[in-house]
């Protein structure tokens, strides 16, 4: 069936280092793809987004990658830092819009 | 602006009571969505609201129903509790109504005991 699945359940990094969250999906209707953020007690927050005609979109300190071939996403996190730590989830969204699928859920450490 | 607000925070309930749960999206958005959120399962999604109708349903038992208000407000509401809808529930808000960027409230920590 559909899924979104992450490869990896921890990640901890160097702060200063560069850290890298893989995702990969299944579905290949689905035409735009979103990162979260969630932190400790609190519901999760919008990071950045692409849609599928792209395979490329940066922000602040973050950049999105999507590989369509493969099915693959990724989040590079540039310059993390301490405030980065959290659990980051990517998710899908179905053809029409209105179902978001959500990954498993990657658990980035920083340390000092 | 105010983000997306649930109420309550927390909740204790016992198996076989019912609970309904209130989320107050972002001003002007009108699409609200209801997730459901365990360590075991991740976040799955319940269903979305777009002025005052259901859009989609995701794979949970009747006992899990919705509704949306005028206003846009929504409540969620879980009849027959069991231990297993012990969770996080939670709401996000979109103003687009095909909702993609959604806005997330910090949800009510359900526990059934």
């Known amino acids: 069936g559909e899924s979104v699945g992450l490869h990896l359940p921890t990640l901890s990094v160097q702060e200063g280092d560069n850290s890298i969250i893989n995702c990969a999906y299944s579905?290949?209707?689905?035409?735009?793809f979103i990162w979260y953020k969630q932190e400790s007690g609190k519901g999760p927050q919008f990071i950045i987004d692409i849609r599928s005609n792209m395979d490329k979109r940066q922000g602040q300190r973050v950049t999105v990658l999507l590989n369509k071939t493969v099915k693959h996403l990724s989040l590079q996190i540039a310059a993390t830092q301490p405030g980065d730590s959290a659990v980051y989830f990517c998710a899908e969204k179905e053809t029409g819009g209105f179902k978001t699928i959500f990954g498993a859920g990657t658990r980035l450490f920083v340390k000092a | 602006k105010a983000g997306v607000t649930q109420t309550p925070r927390y909740l204790i309930k016992t198996r076989g009571q019912q609970v309904t749960l209130s989320c107050s999206p972002i001003?002007?958005?009108?699409?609200v969505s209801w997730y459901q959120q365990t360590p075991g399962q991740g976040l799955q999604f319940l269903f979305e609201y777009f002025s005052e109708t259901q859009r989609n349903k995701g794979n949970f038992p009747g006992r899990f129903s919705g509704r949306q208000f005028s206003n846009s407000r929504s409540e969620m509401n879980v009849s027959t509790l069991e231990l297993g809808d012990s969770a996080l529930y939670l709401c996000?808000?979109?103003?687009?109504?095909?909702?993609?960027?959604?806005?997330f409230g910090p949800g009510t920590r359900l526990t059934v005991t």
């Open positions: 001003s002007g958005h009108r699409s």
């Open positions: 996000a808000s979109s103003l687009e109504q095909i909702a993609y960027e959604q806005y």
């Open positions: 579905n290949s209707a689905s035409d735009y």
